[in-house]
Nanobody, 115 residues
Framework: QVQLVESGGGLVQAGGSLRLSCASSGSIVSFNAMGWFRQAPGKQRELVATITRDAIRNYADSVKGRFTIFRGITTNTLYLQMNSLKPEDTAIYYC?????????WGQGTQVTVSS
């Protein structure tokens, strides 16, 4: 059973930065793909960014140029660097990992961007 634990959320002013972390209980290179998703109040969960085992990255249009997804292989941690944050980025951010045996989600971390 794989466990994913997010951290790094918080309150930040518009224009600020945060780095989210997703620590995996297993080897991060065992995942076929990993990603960050977010869910704002009253809205559906949406994709923010993904990265494949071969380090191919994909971003939602709304975060391109502002967010960067990357992996820490030695620390078995997935990261999301978020710059130039906007109030509309406010949401609970979730980490997801997909391996051969299934997909796993973290518990989420709250990001709040004030105007």
């Amino acid at each position: 059973q794989v466990q994913l634990v997010e951290s790094g959320g918080g309150l930040v002013q518009a224009g600020g930065s945060l780095r989210l972390s997703c620590a995996s209980s297993g080897s991060i290179v065992s995942f076929n793909a990993m990603g960050w998703f977010r869910q704002a109040p009253g809205k559906q969960r949406e994709l923010v960014a993904t990265i494949t085992r071969d380090a191919i990255r994909n971003y939602a249009d709304s975060v391109k140029g502002r967010f960067t997804i990357f992996r820490g292989i030695t620390t078995n941690t997935l990261y999301l660097q978020m710059n130039s944050l906007k109030p509309e980025d406010t949401a609970i951010y979730y980490c997801k990992g997909i391996i051969a045996t299934g997909e796993y989600w973290g518990q989420g971390t709250q990001v709040t961007v004030s105007s």
